[in-house]
């Protein structure tokens, strides 16, 4: 793709530059979003109705066991050309920070370093009870497993309907938001708070905002750039005009 001078001319300049991605990000790896992850037996189930506080503990099993099934559906996935594009930006730029939506780890696995996982990382388990986490459980399919400190059940180290996003890495985010020259939007609607008005944090300090996605959002008339497209062929594209100049 043929970027405009001056979009290029931002981006190669700056030196802190702010990622934010979203679910269709890892759509593109063949992932299915959230609300679009029912299949088979979780059909009869509404995702909001397995993804709360209030349903681990009517039925921690039922959670324990969706999160499990989508954690295996997770490592039949690769990260795609956006996300190793990103690992490349990452090394031109100075001060990167990448804050994502998602949950399913694949920015990591394809070598991002500086990653922000505001939504939580479904392949960290933690004790519900006394929050220590956990790289090892033993699978039992009569029961959730048990936290070996506590005692407390286990549970997906994820923010759930009704919980606060983790206060460390929001705060990091608003910060790095407000103090980069270029913030990108890419795979995301733009609507789901508070990660949303990070854009808007970013614009209302003289950064440069832009967006890549697949259609247009409600976002994208107050973006300085906008790009529509599959981010796994725009990113690539990207990274090769800024090595380029």
Known sequence: ??????????VTSATRVVVLTGAGVSQESGLRT????????????????L????AFTRDPKLVWDWYAWRR????????????????EMEKLVPEFTLITQN??????????QNVLELHGNI???????????????VDDPDSVPTCSNCGGLLRPDVV????????????TAVKASRACQVFFSIGTSGVVQPAASLAHAARNNGSV????????????????????????ELLPDLVKAVWNL
């Open 123 to 137: 392949q960290k388990v933690r004790c519900s009870q006394c929050g220590i986490f956990t790289e090892t459980w």
């Open 72 to 87: 295996e559906a997770i490592k039949g996935v690769r990260p795609n050309p956006g996300h190793y594009a990103l690992v």
């Open 209 to 232: 905002v832009v967006e890549i996605n697949a259609e247009p959002t409600p976002l994208t008339p107050k973006v300085d750039f906008a790009f529509h497209g599959k981010s796994g």
């Open 51 to 54: 993804a709360s506080p209030e």
């Open 103 to 112: 949950v399913d780890g694949l920015h990591r696995f394809a070598g991002s």
């Open 160 to 171: 759930w309907f009704g919980e606060p996003l983790p206060r460390g890495e929001l705060e």
């Open 1 to 10: 793709m043929d970027f405009p001078k001056d979009f290029l001319r931002f």
């Open 34 to 49: 959230f609300r679009d992850a029912q299949a088979g037996l979780w059909s009869q189930y509404k995702p909001e109705d």
